[in-house]
């Protein structure tokens, strides 16, 4: 997938560094992509928005409101971009970025964006080189983006360090190399596909629920790869650390079983695909105490009530949606998943063992065998976001069928 046709959103913030931003625009103006520029107040100090504009061929946008009185939508300019571009990132503006201070339109769109963010930072060395910017940086990485550090050299300062925004090439590069690495067959254009991942927590008081181990990374990995093909993701996901900044995922959070079966049924004439990848818990406390339950007996008793089955359900009410279910399983695996295959009403069923060293719960990897009526494929171990392709793959394959 080349740069051409892509939407590049570049927003520069108040350093020195920001004439170099001339030349990364034109680069990639050349390239056939389209480039719209963003710039803090500060900026405006260091370039103006004539000659950025000029090179961009678009209105170049500081504020909120235009002069002419037209509000610009940081939420339109974020969901547009495929990518965003932080350059030169000042240690304020990536402060602001990763502690949600969000006090100018740049912030206001980085925080609505959910395209890949790369950022350029560009400081003097001591700034650069500061426990809090490291720290900051660190959160940056840990939000999934890009840093494309600083290189050596001399500082406005006059310093000598490291501190200078990267070269307009070398930002071009990883640009470049982001989108070449992405390029992967829109298989799923135009197809709707919702997912349901991580655990469903099931409240026993105010401070308890009964819970699981899943983290959601198989149900993530599969958003994000069903994602790359060109699908629109609704990704279901009870509580869990994962995040996702993907313009095609529309996640939504959950807690209970039963909440996660009304929201799948929000959506579910829609879909064209489902997989259930969540680990719902079969049954939820009878009732849920008003206080925190007090420890006066040796022994407590719960009363639990089974939760709906969320996939049996979708099975039922299947009109064209194609079904995808996973089983967990610890023993009489096979029997096991082909048996929730015709139960609930799946074209196929992934099984996963809990006697499979690095499968199942937790682990980074996963090791799979599928199943439709007909069929069986088994796969080796591999990382999630592997297992997350050869699931596809496969219900692609029987898509064409
Ligand atoms: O989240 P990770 O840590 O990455 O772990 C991934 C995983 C192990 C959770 C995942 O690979 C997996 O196996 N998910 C299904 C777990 C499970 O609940 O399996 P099950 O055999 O109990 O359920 C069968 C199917 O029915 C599943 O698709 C499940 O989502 C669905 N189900 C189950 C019960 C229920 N009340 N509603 C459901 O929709």
């Not at 969000?102 to 500061?130: G, R």
Request: glycine letters at 6%; hydrophobic letters at 40%.
């Amino acid at each position: 997938m080349s740069i051409s046709g892509k939407k590049i959103l570049i927003a520069i913030s108040g350093g020195i560094a920001a004439y170099k931003i001339h030349f990364l625009i034109r680069d990639f103006v050349k390239k056939g992509a389209e480039v719209q520029v963003i710039m803090t107040p500060d900026a405006e100090q260091f370039v103006t928005k004539l000659s950025i504009s000029t090179l961009s061929k678009k209105p170049v946008y500081t504020d909120f409101y235009s002069d002419n009185g037209t509000w610009n939508s940081h939420v339109e300019l974020a969901l547009w971009a495929d990518v965003m571009i932080v350059a030169p990132c000042t240690a304020n503006t990536l402060s602001k970025m990763v502690h949600g201070m969000c006090d100018n339109l740049v912030i206001a769109t980085y925080m609505s964006a959910k395209c890949p963010v790369f950022i350029a930072p560009a400081m003097d060395l001591d700034m650069y080189m500061h426990p809090s910017t490291r720290k900051n940086l660190e959160m940056a990485e840990s939000f999934g983006h890009v840093v494309i550090p600083a290189e050596s050299g001399e500082l406005a300062s006059g310093l000598i360090g490291q501190g200078r925004m990267a070269e307009p090439e070398t930002i071009s590069n990883t640009i470049d190399h982001f989108f070449n690495s992405h390029q992967e067959a829109q298989t799923l254009q135009g197809k709707v596909v919702l997912i349901t991942a991580g655990p469903t927590y099931e409240a026993l008081d105010p401070v308890r629920f009964i819970g699981n181990h899943s983290s959601g990374k198989m149900g993530f990995s599969l958003a994000e790869e069903a994602s790359k093909r060109g699908a629109k993701v609704i990704l279901i996901s009870g509580p869990t650390a994962q995040t996702i900044n993907d313009k095609n995922v529309e996640l939504h959070k959950i807690t209970s079983a039963k909440e996660m079966l009304a929201k799948v049924f929000e959506f579910y004439d829609t879909i064209d695909i489902g997989i259930a990848s969540a680990a719902v818990a079969d049954y939820a406390p009878k009732e849920v105490a008003k206080e925190k339950i007090k420890k006066n007996d040796e022994n407590l008793t719960l009363e639990l009530v089974k939760n709906p089955d969320i996939l049996k359900t979708m099975g039922e009410k299947k009109t064209h949606q194609f079904l995808v279910g996973f089983a967990l399983e610890t023993q009489n695996e096979e029997d096991n998943a082909k048996g929730k295959l015709e139960k609930k009403n799946l074209d196929m069923i992934v099984l996963n063992s809990l006697r499979d060293e690095g499968a199942g719960f937790k682990n980074d990897t996963n090791k799979i065998k599928i199943f439709t009526r007909t069929e069986k494929k088994e796969f080796d171990l591999k990382s999630k976001d592997e297992v997350a392709k050869d699931i596809l793959n496969f219900v692609e394959a029987q898509l064409l069928k």
